[in-house]
């Protein structure tokens, strides 16, 4: 016999229902009733636990974007004192050798700018929700 069959299984229930007494019904009323509170229970507690990872990983989120907004901001800086620090060093010596090193130090300086630049997602938190980390 199949799991479920509409009139037959409809019919059993209607039988058996005008067969109980009221006592039992009660008693069934407050099995099923008792059950179904037990399952909202853990249906709660389920949601609960969510919210609470959620919230876990909305903060881990912010403090990555707040780490990639400080480092960024720390690579400028940087950035901007080696373009001085070379600008200074080619003013004040007229040396082959210091002008070449002040000329590297530029180099190293653009190369740096460029690898900021190249990766524009750190700059609007473009890591995503996806990325955990531990606090």
């Not at 059993?12 to 509170?37: G, T």
């Not at 229970?41 to 609470?52: K, N």
């Not at 000329?103 to 900021?116: E, F, P, R, Y």
């Given at each position: 016999?199949?799991?479920?069959?509409?009139?037959?299984?409809a019919?059993?229930?209607f039988?058996?229902?005008?067969?109980?007494?009221?006592?039992?019904m009660?008693?069934?009323?407050?099995?099923i009733?008792?059950?179904?509170d037990?399952?909202?229970?853990?249906?709660v507690?389920?949601?609960?636990?969510?919210?609470?990872?959620?919230?876990?990983m909305?903060?881990?989120?912010?403090?990555?974007?707040?780490?990639?907004?400080?480092e960024?901001?720390i690579?400028?800086?940087?950035?901007?004192?080696?373009?001085g620090?070379?600008?200074?060093?080619?003013q004040t010596?007229?040396?082959p050798?210091?002008?070449?090193l002040?000329?590297?130090?530029?180099?190293?300086?653009?190369?740096l700018a460029?690898a900021?630049?190249?990766?524009?997602a750190a700059?609007?938190g473009?890591?995503?929700?996806?990325?955990?980390?531990?606090s």
């Amino acid at each position: 016999m199949p799991l479920y069959h509409p009139p037959l299984q409809a019919g059993f229930l209607f039988r058996a229902i005008v067969r109980w007494k009221p006592e039992d019904m009660k008693s069934m009323c407050i099995r099923i009733l008792r059950s179904l509170d037990r399952k909202l229970d853990q249906v709660v507690g389920l949601l609960q636990i969510i919210v609470e990872k959620e919230t876990l990983m909305s903060q881990a989120t912010d403090n990555l974007a707040a780490a990639v907004q400080k480092e960024t901001s720390i690579v400028s800086s940087v950035t901007t004192l080696i373009s001085g620090l070379a600008a200074q060093i080619k003013q004040t010596s007229s040396d082959p050798q210091v002008q070449a090193l002040a000329d590297q130090i530029n180099g190293n300086s653009d190369t740096l700018a460029k690898a900021v630049a190249a990766n524009p997602a750190a700059d609007t938190g473009g890591v995503g929700s996806t990325a955990q980390t531990a606090s």
